[in-house]
């Protein structure tokens, strides 16, 4: 009798078709058998130690009462220096609002932009849950098709071509997911000047920042205050499971985000805002950019071991821990491939079916997030199960 009285919004918001795939990898390992994961988007290193420790810290000193909505003073404060210290652009703490992850900055920032029948323009492939985000609103996404010549980034044509009156934004990602590949700063740059031109807000995800390994990345806020940039401690700091991201905000709409993360979540975790302020500091990122290393030696592996195998990676990702491959030379369906790949090889990978509408059923994705070791043997599993 629910399905009755489902909301009209229900059909458009697809699951991750990955999970079910997931699911069955662990069925497959209950019963004894191996699987190389290379399907989900998680570091597969654990939270650095001091974070861990200060985490615990926080805990036996009894800090587990709320924060203001927007998050913990020094933490925004903390932010801020970073932003300073990594990217030579000053942020005034005020713009910063803390979140239960990512998830939740992207929340808070469609809520505040769109209205029901309002359009977002986002890049196809993408990252799934924006999509789902604006049908959350009652709001259209609208898909760019994005391909090797533009790095899977939407051209300032393409934004022009694809625009309609009822667009409220453009949201990017750089580096992308699941495609890895980064905004160049003159893209960036004019990208804004057109949304802008248009009245309409720019939003930009940027939580693989600090996974990028030929250039460093160009922060959208030393491009203007007037964009919504996104990002996370889930990534780059390893943090997935204590969920925690970040919102910078054009300063006059933070009184209004305020109001409406009093309302959604009231605040983000306390015990993750306390452990993250040790996230910044000398001895953690060393850690991490120790493991970024890891990261781009994984990738300087994975990218050629298959396109040897015969998938074609037209573009070589400089950020994340993606490879987006079309693997046309081996099937027409990613999604029944993916699966024939688990069940007959034990190699558990993502089908395009995830990201979009722009030919997913000749991508599939894969996923460095295990030790090179695993993908050594993923590749050899592949390769037997491609031979036969």
């Known amino acids: 009798r629910f399905m009755k009285h489902l909301a009209d919004r229900m059909p458009s918001i697809q699951p991750f078709h990955v999970m079910a795939l997931l699911a069955r990898a662990r069925v497959l390992e209950a019963a004894g058998l191996s699987i190389v994961h290379m399907e989900i988007g998680e570091p597969d290193f654990v939270?650095?130690?001091?974070?861990?420790?200060?985490?615990?810290?926080?805990?036996?000193?009894?800090?587990?009462?709320?924060?203001?909505?927007?998050?913990?003073?020094?933490?925004?404060?903390?932010?801020?220096?970073?932003?300073?210290?990594?990217?030579?652009?000053?942020?005034?703490?005020?713009?910063?609002v803390i979140t239960p992850g990512a998830s939740a900055a992207l929340q808070l920032v469609m809520a505040v932009l769109v209205n029901p029948g309002d359009a977002v323009l986002m890049a196809d492939p993408g990252y799934p849950c924006n999509r789902n985000f604006v049908y959350l609103l009652n709001g259209e996404p609208l898909g760019i098709p994005v391909a090797a010549a533009t790095q899977y980034q939407p051209s300032v044509q393409q934004v022009r071509n694809a625009w309609r009156d009822h667009v409220r934004a453009l949201m990017v990602a750089s580096p992308s997911n699941p495609t890895g590949t980064l905004l160049e700063p003159d893209t960036l740059r004019a990208l804004y000047a057109e949304v802008a031109a248009r009245e309409a807000s720019l939003v930009v995800d940027e939580i693989y920042h600090g996974l990028t390994y030929d250039a460093p990345a160009v922060t959208a806020l030393s491009v203007s205050d007037?964009?919504?940039?996104?990002?996370?401690?889930?990534?780059?700091?390893?943090?997935?499971?204590?969920?925690?991201?970040?919102?910078?905000?054009?300063?006059?709409?933070?009184?209004?985000?305020?109001?409406?993360?009093?309302?959604?979540?009231?605040?983000?975790?306390?015990?993750?805002?306390?452990?993250?302020?040790?996230?910044?500091?000398p001895q953690n990122i060393a850690i991490l950019e120790e493991r970024r290393e890891a990261f781009r030696q994984r990738r300087d592996?994975?990218?050629?071991?298959?396109?040897?195998?015969?998938?074609?990676?037209?573009?070589?990702?400089?950020?994340?821990?993606?490879?987006?491959?079309?693997?046309?030379?081996?099937?027409?369906?990613?999604?029944?491939?993916?699966?024939?790949?688990?069940?007959?090889?034990?190699?558990?990978?993502?089908?395009?079916?995830?990201?979009?509408?722009?030919?997913?059923?000749?991508?599939?994705?894969?996923?460095?997030?295990?030790?090179?070791?695993?993908?050594?043997?993923?590749?050899?599993?592949?390769?037997?199960?491609?031979?036969?």
């Open 226 to 281: 007037d964009i919504f940039v996104i990002n996370s401690f889930s990534k780059y700091f390893g943090m997935t499971g204590w969920r925690l991201g970040w919102l910078v905000a054009p300063p006059d709409v933070v009184p209004e985000i305020d109001k409406l993360a009093q309302n959604l979540f009231l605040a983000a975790p306390t015990l993750a805002q306390h452990a993250a302020l040790t996230a910044f500091e």
């Open 301 to 388: 592996y994975l990218l050629p071991a298959l396109r040897e195998l015969g998938f074609h990676i037209p573009t070589t990702p400089g950020g994340a821990f993606y490879l987006y491959a079309d693997c046309s030379r081996f099937t027409d369906d990613s999604y029944r491939f993916s699966l024939q790949l688990l069940e007959e090889a034990g190699v558990a990978i993502t089908p395009g079916i995830d990201f979009g509408l722009n030919s997913p059923q000749q991508h599939v994705r894969f996923a460095y997030t295990t030790s090179l070791e695993s993908l050594q043997e993923g590749v050899r599993r592949l390769r037997d199960f491609l031979g036969q």
């Open 47 to 96: 939270t650095p130690q001091p974070v861990i420790d200060a985490g615990m810290r926080a805990l036996a000193e009894g800090r587990t009462h709320y924060t203001p909505a927007v998050g913990l003073p020094a933490l925004r404060e903390r932010i801020a220096a970073f932003y300073a210290e990594r990217y030579s652009v000053p942020v005034a703490p005020e713009r910063i």
